[in-house]
């Protein structure tokens, strides 16, 4: 807790730096020269910040891209208000299991609906005779295309003997209809096994070169203010 202006304060200095200018050339944006992914796990832990609420809607252009993980959708209305921009701006939205009832009831309802049609038949006639009359009729109704208990019921990541299965997920993207998808095991992708095995760089990608030594010690003996002061102090005692 006692960290948590500090973590506040380091993000809003990060991306108020990035996000401070916007180059053009020949009247065309030009594209970032590195880009960012800000990774928030436990996104609301930190508390309200301001500048993610406001960012999120214009920080793609300078190059930085949101990922926030949430544990269920009342912590980011209990931090940020139920009128917040940021997951309106999130165009890509992930969900497993959720553990609470206006998480549930929220994704049930953006899975939309779907129509069940239902067939019935009905016979009428003597009993034991010949058939007389059949009449068939065709009902259409609506129904959601998850309810509540059927997202509660999405299965999670589990492990049977030495193996480890993956959970299922919900998927909404923008534009799209829901996508019912599964867990990608990381430890388990050969993609990200080799990724895994890049080195780390043998140097610094800072954006000010280091100072050698020796030069650092001459702008020190260039910078005589403090010596002078010294001198002074010294001829007045």
Do not use: W
């Not at 300078?62 to 997951?87: M, P």
């Not at 067939?119 to 065709?138: E, M, P």
């Amino acid at each position: 807790n006692r960290l948590r202006p500090l973590l506040r304060l380091i993000l809003n200095l990060i991306i108020s730096r990035i996000c401070e200018r916007m180059e053009f050339e020949n009247g065309v944006q030009k594209k970032p020269k590195r880009r960012l992914l800000l990774l928030l796990d436990e996104f609301t832990s930190i508390g309200k910040m301001e500048i993610v609420d406001k960012s999120i809607a214009y920080a793609r252009g300078y190059g930085v891209n949101y990922l926030l993980v949430i544990q269920n959708i009342e912590q980011l209305t209990s931090t940020y208000g139920k009128e917040n921009g940021i997951k309106g701006n999130c165009h890509i939205q992930i969900a497993y299991a959720p553990n609470t009832i206006e998480t549930q009831k929220e994704l049930s309802e953006m899975t939309g609906k779907t129509t069940v049609v239902d067939n019935k038949i009905s016979l009428s006639g003597s009993r034991g005779g010949v058939l007389k009359n059949s009449s068939v009729s065709v009902s259409e109704t609506a129904r959601a295309l998850m309810t509540q208990d059927e997202c509660r019921r999405l299965p999670g990541m589990r492990k049977k003997g030495k193996k480890i299965i993956p959970g299922d997920m919900l998927i909404f993207v923008a534009g799209c209809a829901p996508i019912y998808g599964r867990q990608i095991l990381c430890f388990n992708e050969p993609v990200f096994i080799e990724r895994e095995k890049i080195p780390a760089p043998d140097k610094s990608d800072s954006l000010n070169e280091a100072v050698p030594a020796g030069e650092q010690k001459k702008t020190t003996q260039v910078c005589g203010g403090y010596r002078d002061f010294v001198k002074n102090k010294a001829a007045l005692s």
